[in-house]
């Protein structure tokens, strides 16, 4: 008997009659074919299914053990005696005969990495990609923390029988085997790109099914932090025979006047035995649900296994643009129509907006002009590692957005869906970057694979096809490199002939794949840009990866016997401060501007230290998301609103006499400075820089006032303290939904007996979670610690702690609290917050 209890919701088709609208906001009924577990509620993810369409999220109730990369005893018997494949639905592992009583019950995404104690190796052999790595012990000299094993049983309903039945991976890091009902399914070797099998024939309908996937991290793609495990969803999508391409529908527009002209196009297979007349219907909806266009295409035969190319074109008068400032977004409805029936349907959003690059005035968006003003980013972050529930990715736009950024770079792979859903949704523009930089037949189907998967988003500005490439670039391998670059670029093009293509390139942009590029790129090297804008006059240029300025949040001491770097002016030797770097790229029109190395610390490259830093300091803000002071600088010159950052923070116990450096970031005319009340000047603000005092430390006050035509515009003060007291909790949002994977992010700081922020704290601090919700992840921000993601404790690092608390499926409220221990081990004074959970808002799937 299939369960549709209130857990079992399917995210089906939901079906559409005559000009019927599909509300933003719609939850599917619970209808016939439980997955078991908890509701399938849609996500924002991929293309939304209608009805007959069904797609259902198969993140909950998994089993999860360690194999072994070399004793094929502690790894289940996989390869014991090379007989794994002989004999199909042989492999136990994925039957319901197994007992995976011991397994851990867990839910996706999962990163197994993040949850691994770091290790070091004192003789000096330590393998630089583990040291790359963040020192997890992952690779084949540790098969027993290299390999994981997936478990989910399942229930399809006999009335599915005749429907194609897929299931679909976002990603999964990395080589990856699946097995369902003990049948060897397929194998996937890439830690980014989706993928997904056709389970039709393997399927028990009427009863239960089992997946097992097994998860080998030994390899990785890349040189940083990747994690280890299926870190994005997964999905089971059910469909009729006839049925549109993955990721074939696309819109494409251009603006004339004032109408935008829409392009149409998508792809219907056709699995069935029979030859089918089919059409389509389009329907262009606004944010609010109106319709604001339509558009049919005739009923033409489609053979059996032979795809159609379908097109046709409609017209928007009046088109609300995408921006950073307005991302006004629109739907795409598409259905096929069989002899009157709806046979398939998708819905994806889309943005109507111009993007183009000048060699002579920089980057124009909807033809004005607009500079770059942007971050690297890795997908990592603290508590979760590389698996991010999906409201963490927004949280993680809107730190970027506050210092003013407005586009980010996917360093150095296609990103996972609901990264770029929210730089959709919440306006940040994106430069999107393959993984590798390869003509081969798996480098492109990577590209294939991202070009269509992102084709539709708005926020999509320019392609990457790879990223500090130097044997393509010069030398030995020069012209391989341009007739990959070549293949590469024309692939774009065919697939997307909207959007420009480049890569991210450290050297001269003179020889190798740079021929090939529509943009061009640099990376740091402020003495190329100039001599190649005088040299080739026609190419466009931007900042492709830029500044590499380091610091540790908090500490204003460059001390290498603590790992730490001055909140100054910290820069690795091949990089630029921000004050260098964007002066450089904002003061030339001609440029588009760049993005910067990064915007969040990520796990991995420990620069500039090695052991035992385990993260990078290149972040903007830490691996938390707390600001660095570099934040403010940004925050100043990046955005319009009036801006004043003083720093450091006036705790110097022990320095009194001795001269601290005072900065000020700020957009204003000039800043006064005061110290216990005394001024000690007002110094002009120039463009793109900053203001400085030195001054013999005291207790007491800094004070700075910033003024603009003469009146005082803010003020900022920093104070010493006294000795931390009493723990603070705040909350990023007061209610989240009851969907088992919403998550609000807590900030613990701690106060003295005055009220005021303790901005050199360390204390250690345990939570305590009770009601509808737990405790998925916690972090600091401090590069060398090596404390647990994962325990319910963590110490505060320079007065900041991070907790990120997700909810179960249950309404009602939780209950956080914090307990901490004073410098003497005395408790501080504990704190407590709730959170509010509610019914599970409907949310909808988008491309």
Request: overall charge negative; some cysteine.
């Amino acid at each position: 008997m299939v369960d549709t209890t209130r857990r079992t919701f399917i995210f089906a088709g939901i079906g559409l009659a005559g000009s019927c609208l599909l509300p933003r906001t719609l939850l599917a009924e619970a209808i016939g074919g439980a997955t078991g577990g908890k509701p399938s509620l849609p996500l924002q993810h991929g293309d939304t299914p209608v009805a007959p369409r069904e797609q259902w999220l198969l993140d909950f109730d998994w089993r999860f053990a360690f194999g072994n990369g070399c004793d094929p005893t502690k790894d289940f018997g996989y390869g014991f005696g090379q007989g794994d494949f002989s004999k199909t639905g042989d492999f136990k592992i994925a039957t319901t005969d197994f007992d995976d009583a011991g397994w851990h019950a867990l839910d996706l995404p999962h990163d197994w990495a993040v949850e691994l104690a770091p290790v070091h190796d004192d003789s000096g052999d330590d393998d630089t990609r583990l040291t790359s790595h963040g020192y997890k012990p992952l690779g084949r000299r540790y098969p027993a923390t290299s390999v994981g094993w997936y478990r989910r049983t399942f229930e399809i309903p006999a009335s599915d029988r005749g429907r194609r039945i897929w299931i679909e991976f976002d990603g999964a890091m990395r080589d990856i085997v699946l097995f369902v009902n003990g049948c060897f399914i397929g194998r996937h070797d890439d830690g980014y790109t989706p993928f997904r099998f056709d389970l039709s024939d393997f399927l028990n309908y009427g009863g239960k099914n089992v997946i097992a996937l097994r998860v080998d991290a030994s390899f990785g793609d890349g040189w940083f932090y990747e994690g280890a495990g299926i870190y994005r969803h997964v999905w089971l999508t059910k469909m009729d025979p006839v049925h549109l391409g993955r990721w074939e529908s696309v819109v494409r527009s251009t603006v004339e006047g004032d109408v935008a002209t829409l392009a149409l196009a998508t792809l219907i297979e056709n699995e069935g035995e029979h030859a089918v007349h089919a059409s389509l219907e389009w329907s262009i909806t606004d944010a609010s649900g109106r319709v604001v266009a339509h558009a049919t295409t005739p009923a033409q035969a489609i053979a059996p296994n032979t795809p159609a190319n379908c097109q046709t074109t409609a017209h928007v008068d009046a088109p609300q643009l995408w921006s950073p400032d307005e991302p006004h977004l629109y739907t795409a409805l598409v259905k096929v129509i069989v002899d009157g029936a709806t046979r398939d349907a998708e819905q994806f959003p889309f943005g109507v907006r111009t993007a183009a690059f000048d060699p002579d005035r920089g980057f124009f968006l909807n033809g004005k002009p607009l500079k770059i003003q942007g971050t690297c980013n890795h997908q990592d972050h603290a508590g979760v590692g590389a698996a991010l529930p999906d409201r963490l990715q927004s949280f993680r736009v809107g730190v970027l957005q506050g210092m003013g950024c407005n586009a980010v770079r996917t360093s150095h792979n296609m990103p996972t869906p609901e990264w770029v859903a929210a730089c959709d949704r919440m306006g940040m523009m994106m430069m999107c970057e393959t993984r590798h930089m390869s003509a081969s037949p798996s480098g492109m189907q990577q590209l294939d694979t991202m070009v269509k998967r992102y084709r539709n988003s708005p926020s999509v500005i320019l392609w990457s096809i790879g990223n500090e490439e130097w044997r393509l670039q010069k030398g030995a391998l020069e012209q391989q490199g341009e007739r990959i670059g070549a293949a590469m670029v024309g692939r774009c093009h065919e697939l997307d002939p909207t959007r420009v293509v480049s890569a991210a390139v450290n050297g001269d942009n003179e020889q190798g794949v740079s021929d090939a590029l529509d943009v061009i790129g640099f990376n740091y090297n402020l003495k190329y840009p100039d001599a190649f804008h005088k040299e080739h006059p026609r190419r466009a240029i931007y900042g492709s990866e830029t500044s590499s300025a380091i610091a540790t949040r908090g500490e204003y001491v460059t001390d290498p016997k603590k790992n730490t770097v001055n909140s100054y002016d910290g820069v690795v030797p091949w990089g630029e401060t921000p004050e260098q770097w964007w002066s450089f790229y904002g003061s030339r029109d001609w440029l588009a501007g760049g993005f910067a190395w990064t915007g969040f610390d990520y796990r991995g490259e420990p620069t500039p230290y090695g052991w035992p830093s385990v993260s990078s300091q290149f972040g903007i803000v830490d691996l938390c998301g707390f600001p660095k002071d570099y934040y403010y600088y940004y925050k100043a010159w990046w955005t319009k609103t009036p801006s004043l950052h003083l720093f450091p923070h006036w705790n110097w116990s022990g320095k009194e006499g001795q001269e601290i450096a005072v900065w000020a970031y700020t957009n204003l005319d000039e800043v006064e400075l005061l110290f216990n009340g005394r001024s000690l000047g007002i110094q002009q603000v120039p463009r793109f820089g900053h203001v400085q005092w030195k001054v013999a430390y005291a207790p007491g006050v800094i004070e700075a006032r910033g003024r603009r035509n003469g009146k005082v515009v803010l003020v900022e003060r920093r104070e010493t303290t006294g000795p931390a007291r009493k723990l603070r909790l705040a909350v990023d949002r007061a209610e989240i939904a009851a969907d088992g994977q919403d998550v609000a992010m807590i900030t613990v700081d701690v106060l003295d007996e005055h009220g005021r922020p303790v901005p050199t704290a360390d204390n250690k601090v345990t939570f305590r979670i009770s009601g509808a919700g737990r405790l998925i992840g916690v972090g600091n921000g401090d590069p060398n610690s090596h404390e647990s993601d994962k325990e319910p404790r963590r110490s505060l690092f320079n007065g900041l702690a991070q907790a990120i608390i997700q909810s179960t499926d249950s309404v009602g409220t939780i209950r956080i609290e914090a307990i901490g221990e004073g410098a003497t081990g005395s408790s501080l004074v504990p704190t407590s917050l709730t959170v509010t959970t509610r019914k599970a808002a409907p949310r909808l799937v988008v491309a």
